[in-house]
């Protein structure tokens, strides 16, 4: 009996560390973000320590957790027709709605799910309702592009596949084949598919022998940059759940095929220190003491190394390429694109790359909505359905919709 009580204060002890971590006063339902966090973290401890053990790589093992519990089969409805199929090569699920609406062709919405380029799926619960809820309240046709994943392929696979399956939407007899305007077509996506739509619509606007214009983009939370990990939401937020700096760190590094031992040297950006000249010019895209409104500075250093590790840069040039980060294309880039909805949240490492990047557009001549949410964490977007609802979760989506409804 008393061994019993023990045991079970200590599994109480364990589970109450495990759980806990002290959360800002000003974030939507912290006791719920603990649990969804500690939920997370569990996955990725039992996936690292598979890793350890030689029996696979972690990210299969949590992908794999994910997808059986969580993939489902295309299932139409009475307004929905969903169907899987194939772009040139790249699997989509495609969501259409089947409401008559008379003679008038359809908008679209290409959706490019977020996982740190290694995690999710289209066929996920979260996105799969995601798609769905986009489809039937803008009475649009959702393309979800079901991109290949780390460890299989790294940069640039992932923005290939979408780019593969976004330039197959937009040929003229595929517009016509789903009924859908090619004056009305957005492309969207959430985190790690927020950069990935981001690319992609830099890479279409400078693609001159695409005829058919994308009207919108709208990037949720997205990454945009793997040059600083010190802007004042990285340091403000290295440790909120559910993307810890370190976290983001190491997906980046799995994104660019690049070696786990340069962490460390990331986090105090040692791979874009002033001796470089490579790395100068990004500084000046980047200067996030030009960009960022006083609310967000607030009384947080730059953090420059004037001596660091030129080798990262010379081993993963990709560092260096605005399809990896689109926030450094330059201006005239910027000056192409489409008119753009971004989504950012006060509790989130990349709270400052979505602002810095509303920043450069709009400076750049791009008419730009730039949705802030103050009780907001990373990923939140995906939480507003049971068993994982947030209400700051519901009330990102429902902007991210109502924006689409209004300007699409
Ligand atoms: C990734 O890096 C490993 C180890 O450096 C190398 O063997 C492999 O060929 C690389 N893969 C790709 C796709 O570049
Ligand atoms: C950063 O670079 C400096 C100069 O090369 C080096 O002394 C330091 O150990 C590096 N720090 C990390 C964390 O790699």
Excluded at 347 to 358: E, F, I, K, N, Q
Aim: with cysteine; hydrophobic share 40%; proline share 5%.
């Amino acid at each position: 009996m008393r061994a019993l009580h023990v045991l079970v204060t200590v599994f109480t002890a364990f589970a109450a560390y495990y759980v806990y971590s002290p959360l800002p006063s000003t974030m939507s339902e912290p006791w719920k973000l603990m649990l969804l966090d500690a939920t997370f973290r569990c996955a990725q401890d039992l996936s690292n320590l598979a890793h350890y053990f030689g029996f696979t790589h972690h990210l299969r093992v949590l992908n794999f957790i994910s997808s059986y519990f969580d993939k489902l089969d295309p299932v139409s409805s009475r307004h929905l027709k969903v169907i899987d199929t194939v772009f040139d090569g790249v699997e989509v699920r495609i969501f259409e709605p089947t409401k008559e609406h008379g003679e008038r062709l359809k908008k679209s919405v290409i959706y490019i799910h977020g996982g740190g380029w290694a995690l999710g799926s289209a066929k996920m619960r979260s996105y799969d309702s995601l798609c769905r809820k986009i489809s039937e309240d803008v009475n649009a046709v959702v393309v979800a592009i079901e991109y290949r994943l780390v460890p299989d392929v790294h940069f640039p696979e992932q923005l290939n596949d979408a780019l593969t399956a976004t330039k197959y939407y937009l040929r003229p007899e595929v517009l016509a084949e789903y009924s859908a305007d090619p004056s009305r077509i957005a492309v969207s996506g959430d985190s790690a598919g927020g950069n990935l739509a981001a690319a992609v619509c830099q890479q279409l606007a400078e693609d001159g022998n695409i005829k058919t214009k994308v009207k919108l983009q709208a990037l949720i939370y997205p990454v945009l940059q793997v040059l600083d990990f010190n802007t004042p939401s990285y340091q403000q937020n290295m440790d909120m759940p559910i993307l810890s700096r370190f976290v983001m760190i190491k997906f980046w590094l799995d994104y660019l095929n690049g070696s786990q031992s340069f962490a460390h040297s990331l986090l105090v950006n040692n791979h874009t220190s002033l001796d470089q000249s490579e790395t100068v010019f990004v500084q000046e895209l980047l200067n996030w003491n030009l960009l960022l409104p006083s609310s967000f500075k607030k009384s947080y250093q730059p953090v420059i190394q004037s001596k660091g590790s030129p080798q990262i840069v010379k081993e993963l040039p990709a560092l260096l390429d605005s399809r990896a980060s689109p926030l450094i294309a330059h201006k005239q880039t910027l000056q192409l694109l489409p008119k753009t909805y971004i989504l950012t949240c006060e509790h989130d490492v990349l709270r400052d790359d979505g602002t810095m990047y509303a920043i450069r557009l709009e400076n750049a001549g791009i008419d730009v909505t730039h949705a802030h949410f103050k009780d907001g964490f990373h990923g939140c977007m995906i939480f507003a359905t049971w068993p994982t609802y947030f209400s700051v979760g519901a009330k990102t989506r429902d902007d991210y919709i109502k924006w689409l409804n209004d300007n699409l």
